[in-house]
């Protein structure tokens, strides 16, 4: 059963016209992440919450935001996207406690920009 | 900042072959080490880590050791198979204010033959 659950599994947008991505989890984890694997690189990591807490990495673009309204839900907007925005992203999420450091990943929201 | 840089990819392979896929790493700390996986169409999962120097990380016939005199995490199988088609990242842990982030390499692709 998967435990971390993105939607779409694909998604199209126009150059410029937000988008949201979102990510589901069954696990009652503390923390979620975000990441941003663009095609051949590394995952890089856009920001993560702490239960409320909001951890914004410091190299990541104003026109990306998230909330998270509760335990289970965190979206990703994308405020005006650009063509460099066409990615793979993937949500993440870890207890926070104890083996805090194991990720479980989502199967990740490929998104193109026209 | 920390970083991770593994051998580039694709990696072609017969079945029952040896692999190796080398990782190594710049941190300024002594971080947690990782394998994860990625089969096609699936989010990533941990695969294997270690947490301190000399430590072997080992799962499925996979195993990698924590060498912290060369900053390498090379994972190694001594006979794969098709099944172990897949893209390998290596990362490392990198403490945030709150939780913990990591910094994965770009991923090498395994294509295994029978």
């Known amino acids: 059963d998967a435990m971390v659950i993105q939607n779409p599994r694909y998604q199209v947008t126009q150059f410029g016209k937000p988008v949201t991505l979102s990510c589901s989890q069954t696990l009652n984890h503390n923390v979620m992440y975000w990441y941003q694997q663009k095609s051949s690189q590394a995952p890089k990591l856009l920001f993560h919450y702490y239960d409320k807490d909001f951890n914004n990495e410091a190299d990541t673009p104003d026109n990306f935001q998230s909330r998270r309204p509760n335990t289970s839900f965190c979206f990703l907007d994308i405020r005006s996207p650009g063509l460099g925005d066409a990615a793979m992203y993937l949500c993440a999420t870890s207890s926070g406690q104890g083996d805090n450091e194991k990720l479980f990943f989502g199967s990740g929201t490929q998104l193109s920009v026209l | 900042g920390d970083s991770v840089t593994q051998m580039e990819g694709p990696v072609t392979l017969s079945e029952e072959a040896c692999l190796t896929i080398n990782c190594t790493y710049t941190a300024t700390g002594y971080p947690s080490l990782f394998w994860y996986v990625q089969y096609p169409g699936e989010g990533l999962q941990l695969l294997l880590k270690?947490?301190?120097?000399?430590d072997k990380g080992s799962n499925k016939g996979f195993e990698a050791t924590y060498r912290k005199e060369t900053t390498s995490f090379h994972l190694e199988k001594g006979s794969v198979q098709v099944s172990d088609s897949a893209v390998y990242f290596c990362a490392l842990s990198e403490w945030r204010q709150a939780g913990t982030a990591l910094i994965f390499g770009k991923g090498t692709t395994l294509s295994v033959s029978s």
């Open positions: 270690a947490t301190k120097a000399d």
